[in-house]
């Protein structure tokens, strides 16, 4: 077992990752006497939520529906209904056991029920792993707006048992995967190279190639996170790939794309783009390509017409003051973010893209 | 004008109180320059909202259902709409007016909008200035508990016109001074002594006085909150008579009696408690008591069962570990929280409520 500890002063958290960590006690141990409510979902929970059973005295939990459509409101009042009908109270703790929706949404409840309980992450997709396991990002959407209701709020834990990643559909192993190249190339030079040496294992599921792709991951965004918990500065280099990846969810309806695939193909426009503006030279653009594309990730967007394109990237919600800022590179681990830059490049990226 | 400072840290904010203050810009100068939303409800609205347009830059307003029963989550869907059709972004600033309803849902949705905007107050009723305006609760019921759901959030600013309160209802003045009674009571011997020679200009509600006693009452309440932000200690000290009076307004509905009816009512029973136990002398039962009936305020709750009593309060949630506490008195202006008192003390205040 690896573990990492997530440095925010006395919000500090440790991330445990390993093969077969579910049921050893792991949740037990930070619920310090607690009361815990374990939140899944249909899909999750019939697999693995016995193994937080007894071992980890989590005895009471509610099971949501399964998909992006229930990160609501709605379905958040099915989480308090089950905190109030169980008569928790604030030394409650909220155990989330699935992906980012169950995640962010039993997160949020957390954040939220008597103004703010404890929290524990039981990650079940690689996605959620390497993502949603650092930033204390929690939040719901709202039907015009993903992730428009939330909250900051840290985890007392992370428990990333990658033995459960074993039932993950090759789909959504790809999606992670995507996340995971994105460290590479924002900050992590050694780790992008490591991924071109190990992309076979990784897609095999080999539990020590998993470790060390969420471990590295969770390093980087830790780091990141630390020096910016609020997402000030630093934080939206986090963000490459975001702006056109969130272009092309929301063109396709958030159903066709996974977001790990939006982001593949967004980080390969900003590629295009940082090509364009003459920052990142074209054999790293190839080497990105090729990379994601071994992990059955897209490389391109779906055709959508440069003004459509640009509408969507403006209403994003990391434009600020009306100036639309991107994270682009200058080479392979090396990103900026940045609103200066000549508009020819993104021309020619959407109309490529649009081709 | 007064001026206030609630020291917090980077997140410090002014008070500023006095006769006449909507309209003279105070909003705007702590917009910085941000887009704002004014959230009031359908009965201050007319009254006061124009106040706040072109001195104060607030262009965009939602107005909502006036009623503790609309302080849910679906009316936090009216201000998400409002905010998300308006296209705000993270650089919005959320503006209340209007009582502690509208305070508390305006203050949660800045909280959870894009994870958290900023946020001013503007309160319209006694009870608002001198409760709401200082310690960054935020929130709203759910069909099943009171303040379940909510978040911790500072305003950037309060701006507390003791002009407006020249149109508030007789009965909901009366409600504001029981808090302005309990700052007294339980550390500012000084404000009570103060209080009971005052009483008759503040029911006229002459500037002077209501500026003095919501100026007194934020400031005890802003060295009791700076102590202890997160309510882990002291702040406990400002639920006295909330835990007797949060009895009372479940038993009743929360419709027959005011919070702050309740919470007189409620003060009388912990002094009550407090003379049983020998900690207070019945001079003091019969000072608090009198005062709180010279401000048209009830002193003895309404005839409920002792068992049923019990239950109401066991459930209250300042209950922690299911061991009762209470805020009891040792003198006025001593207040002390402790579950270390002789139970025969309780019962007798309850059986002498129920008669």
Redesign the interface.
Known sequence: MRTLRVELGERSYPIYIGDGLLGQGLVAEHLAGDRALLVSNETVAPLYADRLGEPDGVAQSVVLPDGERYKS?AT??QV??AL??G?F???ATVVALGGGVVGDLAG?CA??????VGYIQVPTTLLAQVDSSVGG?T?VN?P??K??????HQPRAVVADTGVLATLPERELSAGLAEVVKYGLIRDPELFDWLEANAEPLRRREPDALAHAVAASCRNKADVVAADEREAGVRALLNLGHTFGHAIETSTGYSAWLHGEAVAAGMCMAARMSVALGWLAPEGLRRIEALLARFGLPTQPPAIPEARFRELMS?D?K???GQLRLVLLQGIGDAVVTGAFDPAALTRTLRESAA
Chains 1, 2 share one sequence.
Not at 111 to 116: I, N
Request: charged share 30%; aromatic share 12%.
């Open positions: 409101l958040c009042e308090y209904d109030i009908e008569r109270d604030r030394s949020f954040a939220t029920f008597q103004r703010g990002k939040g709202h015009k707006g992730n428009m209701i939330g909250a900051f209403v919600k434009s600020s003051g």
